[in-house]
């Protein structure tokens, strides 16, 4: 198995097969941070192919200093961003002063669902929410650095933030709730 050094001087060298094997090395992991950002798997297809697209160009600025797939996993966050801001026609929160970011889902809520069911309730939150949530909460961003990649402002950024967490607690309350009438 080539390392990942290997892997990007054949790329450069321009070997068609290196350039599918990065693909097939990262693709089903990097479909997974787009379709967070994307509504729907289509879309997640799109901004996934101009990623790749991105990362093939710029894989000679790719200095080994950590690990491709994270380097790669930045392209497609920052592509997924970039989606999102293009076909951005207007936010759909207004600023609050007094939001905290220390809400928290009840644990014994989110055990009871599983993954694959809590990421597509995270899909179906209106976008400026769910673009927010996967920055905030799945890529680590900072309000402030939310606030200066969305154009927004950081109480926006919390806004938005304490909004997706509220629509999913209902939702996951509301799964449970089922699942208990079905076991009771």
């Not at 207007?90 to 600023?95: A, E, I, N, S, V």
């Not at 609050?96 to 809590?118: A, C, M, R």
């Not at 680590?140 to 606030?147: L, R």
């Not at 629509?167 to 089922?178: P, T, W």
Request: hydrophobic share 40%; glycine share 6%.
């Amino acid at each position: 198995m080539l390392s990942d050094i290997q892997l990007v001087k054949k790329c450069l060298a321009g070997k068609a097969d290196a350039q599918e094997l990065l693909y097939r090395r990262y693709a089903s992991r990097m479909f997974g941070v787009c379709l967070r950002y994307a509504k729907n798997k289509m879309e997640a297809e799109d901004i996934m192919q101009e990623a790749f697209i991105k990362v093939y160009q710029n894989l000679k600025n790719f200095r080994g200093d950590g690990s491709l797939e994270g380097w790669v996993r930045r392209i497609m966050v920052n592509t997924s961003i970039n989606y999102y801001k293009s076909n951005l026609k207007y936010l759909q929160t207004m600023d609050i002063d007094d939001v905290t970011h220390q809400e928290s889902f009840s644990v014994d809520s989110v055990d009871n669902i599983g993954l694959k069911t809590l990421l597509g309730l995270i899909q179906k939150l209106p976008e400026g929410y769910r673009v927010v949530f996967n920055m905030y909460v799945i890529e680590g961003f900072s309000h402030k650095e939310i606030a200066e990649e969305l154009g927004i402002s950081e109480n926006t950024s919390k806004s938005q933030l304490s909004r997706a967490r509220k629509a999913l607690q209902a939702k996951i309350e509301k799964i449970n709730a089922v699942c208990y009438e079905r076991t009771a």
